[in-house]
Protein backbone atom coordinates (compact mmCIF):
# COMPACT_ATOMS: atom_id res chain seq x y z
CA UNK A 1 0.00 0.00 0.00
CA UNK A 2 1.25 3.44 -0.37
CA UNK A 3 2.17 5.42 2.35
CA UNK A 4 2.50 8.50 1.24
CA UNK A 5 -0.03 10.54 -1.28
CA UNK A 6 0.82 14.21 -2.53
CA UNK A 7 -2.39 16.75 -3.47
CA UNK A 8 -2.57 18.07 -5.83
CA UNK A 9 -1.22 15.51 -8.74
CA UNK A 10 -0.58 18.29 -11.14
CA UNK A 11 0.13 21.74 -11.44
CA UNK A 12 0.70 23.91 -13.79
CA UNK A 13 2.41 27.46 -13.70
CA UNK A 14 4.15 30.24 -15.06
CA UNK A 15 8.06 30.97 -14.49
CA UNK A 16 8.83 32.57 -11.32
CA UNK A 17 5.68 31.84 -9.61
CA UNK A 18 6.11 29.76 -6.62
CA UNK A 19 5.28 25.98 -6.76
CA UNK A 20 3.34 24.01 -3.70
CA UNK A 21 3.01 20.58 -3.44
CA UNK A 22 1.85 18.41 -0.38
CA UNK A 23 2.62 15.16 0.87
CA UNK A 24 0.68 12.88 3.34
CA UNK A 25 1.57 9.30 5.23
CA UNK A 26 -0.35 6.91 7.46
CA UNK A 27 2.70 5.32 9.79
CA UNK A 28 5.25 6.84 11.81
CA UNK A 29 8.70 8.16 10.39
CA UNK A 30 12.37 9.01 11.35
CA UNK A 31 12.60 10.96 8.17
CA UNK A 32 10.72 11.77 4.71
CA UNK A 33 12.44 13.01 1.53
CA UNK A 34 11.44 14.58 -1.74
CA UNK A 35 12.65 12.97 -5.32
CA UNK A 36 12.71 14.91 -8.70
CA UNK A 37 11.63 12.79 -11.61
CA UNK A 38 12.70 14.36 -15.12
CA UNK A 39 10.60 12.91 -18.02
CA UNK A 40 12.40 9.50 -18.97
CA UNK A 41 14.70 9.68 -16.05
CA UNK A 42 15.59 8.18 -12.71
CA UNK A 43 14.71 9.74 -9.09
CA UNK A 44 17.15 12.73 -7.96
CA UNK A 45 17.08 13.32 -4.19
CA UNK A 46 16.44 16.77 -3.63
CA UNK A 47 15.92 16.99 0.04
CA UNK A 48 15.74 14.86 3.56
CA UNK A 49 13.74 16.14 6.67
CA UNK A 50 13.39 14.40 10.18
CA UNK A 51 10.89 13.84 12.06
CA UNK A 52 12.44 16.01 15.14
CA UNK A 53 12.16 19.11 12.12
CA UNK A 54 9.72 21.55 11.61
CA UNK A 55 11.43 23.11 8.56
CA UNK A 56 13.59 22.84 6.41
CA UNK A 57 15.44 25.20 3.14
CA UNK A 58 17.82 24.23 0.62
CA UNK A 59 18.26 26.80 -2.52
CA UNK A 60 15.42 27.20 -3.87
CA UNK A 61 13.39 24.45 -1.93
CA UNK A 62 11.33 24.86 1.50
CA UNK A 63 10.44 21.65 2.97
CA UNK A 64 7.95 21.59 5.82
CA UNK A 65 7.03 18.36 8.46
CA UNK A 66 3.74 18.45 10.49
CA UNK A 67 4.17 14.72 12.10
CA UNK A 68 0.95 15.39 13.84
CA UNK A 69 -0.95 15.40 10.92
CA UNK A 70 1.47 13.19 8.85
CA UNK A 71 1.76 15.70 6.36
CA UNK A 72 4.40 17.49 4.88
CA UNK A 73 4.54 19.92 2.28
CA UNK A 74 7.53 21.44 -0.63
CA UNK A 75 7.70 24.73 -1.75
CA UNK A 76 9.83 25.66 -4.42
CA UNK A 77 10.13 29.93 -5.00
CA UNK A 78 10.95 31.43 -8.22
CA UNK A 79 10.21 28.25 -10.86
CA UNK A 80 12.38 27.80 -13.97
CA UNK A 81 11.30 26.15 -16.81
CA UNK A 82 13.74 23.40 -15.90
CA UNK A 83 11.53 22.61 -13.02
CA UNK A 84 9.56 21.04 -15.15
CA UNK A 85 9.04 17.22 -13.54
CA UNK A 86 7.34 15.02 -11.10
CA UNK A 87 8.03 15.28 -7.88
CA UNK A 88 7.65 12.53 -5.17
CA UNK A 89 7.59 12.12 -1.08
CA UNK A 90 8.97 8.97 0.06
CA UNK A 91 9.20 7.53 3.78
CA UNK A 92 11.24 4.39 5.18
CA UNK A 93 7.97 3.18 5.72
CA UNK A 94 9.80 -0.24 6.70
CA UNK A 95 13.27 0.39 8.23
CA UNK A 96 17.00 -0.43 6.10
CA UNK A 97 15.72 2.66 4.23
CA UNK A 98 13.25 0.82 2.29
CA UNK A 99 11.18 3.59 0.84
CA UNK A 100 6.97 4.12 0.27
CA UNK A 101 6.95 6.45 -2.20
CA UNK A 102 3.65 8.32 -2.93
CA UNK A 103 2.04 8.85 -6.11
CA UNK A 104 3.88 12.16 -7.12
CA UNK A 105 3.00 15.79 -8.20
CA UNK A 106 3.54 16.33 -11.55
CA UNK A 107 4.52 20.21 -12.23
CA UNK A 108 5.00 22.18 -15.16
CA UNK A 109 6.47 25.73 -15.57
CA UNK A 110 5.51 27.66 -18.85
CA UNK A 111 8.12 29.82 -19.66
CA UNK B 1 32.15 7.17 -11.48
CA UNK B 2 29.20 6.10 -13.50
CA UNK B 3 26.67 5.67 -10.45
CA UNK B 4 24.05 2.93 -11.15
CA UNK B 5 23.37 1.78 -14.28
CA UNK B 6 21.25 -0.38 -16.03
CA UNK B 7 20.58 -2.45 -18.93
CA UNK B 8 18.86 -2.76 -21.29
CA UNK B 9 16.66 0.08 -21.73
CA UNK B 10 13.81 -1.16 -23.14
CA UNK B 11 12.56 -4.67 -23.57
CA UNK B 12 9.72 -5.92 -24.99
CA UNK B 13 8.90 -10.03 -24.01
CA UNK B 14 6.06 -12.34 -24.98
CA UNK B 15 3.95 -13.91 -22.21
CA UNK B 16 5.33 -16.44 -20.60
CA UNK B 17 9.04 -15.90 -21.30
CA UNK B 18 11.98 -14.85 -18.48
CA UNK B 19 14.42 -12.48 -18.83
CA UNK B 20 16.87 -10.70 -16.23
CA UNK B 21 17.40 -7.08 -16.01
CA UNK B 22 21.02 -5.74 -14.93
CA UNK B 23 21.60 -3.11 -12.35
CA UNK B 24 25.17 -2.24 -11.21
CA UNK B 25 26.76 0.23 -8.68
CA UNK B 26 30.06 1.84 -8.81
CA UNK B 27 30.03 3.65 -5.01
CA UNK B 28 30.59 0.60 -3.18
CA UNK B 29 26.96 1.30 -1.70
CA UNK B 30 25.45 -2.08 0.05
CA UNK B 31 21.83 -1.23 0.10
CA UNK B 32 20.33 -1.93 -3.33
CA UNK B 33 16.73 -1.95 -4.23
CA UNK B 34 14.37 -2.88 -7.06
CA UNK B 35 11.33 -0.42 -7.71
CA UNK B 36 8.29 -0.66 -10.54
CA UNK B 37 6.98 2.35 -11.51
CA UNK B 38 3.41 2.54 -12.90
CA UNK B 39 0.96 5.32 -14.20
CA UNK B 40 -0.66 6.58 -11.01
CA UNK B 41 0.80 4.54 -8.54
CA UNK B 42 3.97 5.94 -7.88
CA UNK B 43 7.29 3.74 -7.00
CA UNK B 44 6.99 0.60 -5.42
CA UNK B 45 9.08 -1.61 -3.87
CA UNK B 46 9.86 -5.18 -5.39
CA UNK B 47 13.07 -6.57 -3.70
CA UNK B 48 16.19 -4.83 -1.59
CA UNK B 49 19.52 -6.10 -0.45
CA UNK B 50 21.41 -4.63 2.22
CA UNK B 51 24.51 -6.60 1.46
CA UNK B 52 26.17 -9.10 -0.71
CA UNK B 53 24.27 -12.34 -0.03
CA UNK B 54 21.51 -11.07 2.19
CA UNK B 55 18.19 -9.94 -0.23
CA UNK B 56 14.57 -10.03 0.92
CA UNK B 57 11.30 -8.96 -0.79
CA UNK B 58 9.75 -5.77 -0.65
CA UNK B 59 6.01 -4.69 -1.30
CA UNK B 60 5.22 -6.52 -4.66
CA UNK B 61 7.80 -9.56 -4.92
CA UNK B 62 5.85 -12.33 -6.63
CA UNK B 63 6.86 -13.00 -9.94
CA UNK B 64 10.12 -11.47 -9.63
CA UNK B 65 13.61 -12.91 -8.17
CA UNK B 66 16.92 -11.42 -7.15
CA UNK B 67 20.30 -11.97 -5.65
CA UNK B 68 23.34 -10.23 -4.56
CA UNK B 69 26.29 -12.38 -5.39
CA UNK B 70 28.55 -9.19 -5.22
CA UNK B 71 28.54 -5.49 -3.69
CA UNK B 72 27.90 -4.02 -7.28
CA UNK B 73 25.30 -5.80 -9.19
CA UNK B 74 21.96 -6.78 -8.10
CA UNK B 75 20.12 -8.09 -10.89
CA UNK B 76 16.05 -8.53 -10.80
CA UNK B 77 14.82 -12.10 -12.59
CA UNK B 78 11.32 -12.06 -14.13
CA UNK B 79 10.86 -16.01 -14.38
CA UNK B 80 7.56 -16.22 -16.25
CA UNK B 81 6.80 -12.63 -17.87
CA UNK B 82 3.11 -11.62 -17.07
CA UNK B 83 1.53 -8.80 -18.54
CA UNK B 84 0.82 -7.86 -15.38
CA UNK B 85 4.79 -6.61 -15.41
CA UNK B 86 4.50 -3.98 -17.79
CA UNK B 87 5.99 -0.99 -16.39
CA UNK B 88 9.70 0.40 -15.83
CA UNK B 89 11.57 -0.57 -13.54
CA UNK B 90 14.13 1.37 -11.06
CA UNK B 91 17.44 0.22 -9.66
CA UNK B 92 18.48 2.42 -6.39
CA UNK B 93 21.69 2.42 -4.27
CA UNK B 94 22.14 3.56 -0.56
CA UNK B 95 25.30 3.61 1.36
CA UNK B 96 24.53 1.88 4.86
CA UNK B 97 23.77 4.71 7.32
CA UNK B 98 22.73 7.36 4.43
CA UNK B 99 19.43 8.51 3.10
CA UNK B 100 19.95 9.56 -0.35
CA UNK B 101 19.05 6.79 -2.74
CA UNK B 102 20.89 6.90 -6.18
CA UNK B 103 18.93 5.57 -8.80
CA UNK B 104 19.32 4.15 -12.15
CA UNK B 105 18.31 5.25 -15.59
CA UNK B 106 15.38 3.06 -15.76
CA UNK B 107 14.47 -0.30 -17.82
CA UNK B 108 10.95 0.42 -19.76
CA UNK B 109 9.67 -4.00 -20.24
CA UNK B 110 6.72 -4.47 -22.20
CA UNK B 111 4.71 -7.99 -21.70
CA UNK B 112 2.37 -8.80 -24.80
Known amino acids: SQQGEEDPQALSIQEGENATMNCSYKTSINNLQWYRQNSGRGLVHLILIRSNEREKHSGRLRVTLDTSKKSSSLLITASRAADTASYFC???????????FGKGNQVVVIP | NAGVTQTPKFQVLKTGQSMTLQCAQD?????MSWYRQDPGMGLRLIHY???????DQGEVPNGYNVSRSTTEDFPLRLLSAAPSQTSVYFCASCGRGAYEQYFGPGTRLTVT
Open chain 2, 49 to 55: SVGAGIT
Open chain 2, 27 to 31: MNHEY
Open chain 1, 90 to 100: ATDAWGNNRLA
